[in-house]
């Protein structure tokens, strides 16, 4: 399973075009995003955040059932996290666990994929596909803002946005990347959260 972080991408294939038709198809349903708030420091509206997860799902064309898992931590366990599968100490603001077909297979039935005669065609139409996980720390939201995204609500907006983004295979590796990363982003929000222009103090990036 790869793991990036919003300072450590993924590689991801640079000439990849953003497309509106629909990328990603599972089966019958509609894409759904399971929420969960495992930290006390900062609170968190759920609702608000799936909504929004949900909302960049479809922009991306996500269709059918696809399920991601959007989860909230403390420091502390963000810190192991980033430890573990970045190599870096501290905790970082977010993190996304891209799954890709051959994952999905395994988490489904407990198995790699195989053609081999003893496995029965799978049904699309039962299968959900499975998008991955991105993790957040509000904590380190709250602390970064100021500098970064303007509000807590923004920052965490932000996050939400660039995290599901990582998800589907969007990365910053160089210049053209994240302009074309960051720019999608703000559209996202725009359409999405702000439902406007972005605010004044709002940054993407902490050098800016």
Not at 24 to 44: I, L, N, S, T
Not at 86 to 92: A, F, H, Q, R, S
Not at 108 to 116: D, V, Y
Not at 125 to 130: C, F, S, V, Y
Request: hydrophobic share 40%; aromatic share 4%.
């Amino acid at each position: 399973m790869k793991l990036v972080s919003r300072k450590n991408p993924a590689v991801a294939d640079p000439s990849r075009p953003h497309i509106d038709a629909p990328r990603r198809v599972g089966g019958d349903g509609e894409p759904e995003v399971f929420v969960a708030d495992e930290q006390k420091d900062v609170p968190v509206d759920l609702e608000r955040w799936q909504e929004l997860a949900t909302e960049v799902l479809r922009s991306e064309g996500v269709r059918g059932l696809a399920e991601l898992a959007l989860l909230f931590v403390s420091e502390t366990e963000m810190s192991e996290l980033n430890e573990l599968h970045m190599g870096k100490p501290g905790p970082t603001d977010v993190l996304a666990f891209p799954i890709d077909a051959s994952e999905a297979e395994i988490v489904l039935h407990g198995q790699p994929i195989s053609r081999g005669p003893d496995r029965a065609p799978a049904d699309p139409g039962d299968m959900p596909l499975l998008l991955g996980d991105v993790v957040i720390c509000p904590a380190v939201a709250q602390r970064q803002a100021p500098s970064h995204a303007g509000t807590v609500d923004d920052e965490i907006a932000l996050l939400v946005v660039h995290g599901v983004l990582h998800v589907l295979g969007h990365d910053h590796d160089d210049d053209d990347q994240t302009r074309a990363m960051r720019a999608r982003e703000v559209e996202l929000l725009i359409e999405h959260y702000w439902h406007g222009p972005a605010p004044e103090a709002f940054r993407q990036g902490h050098d800016e």
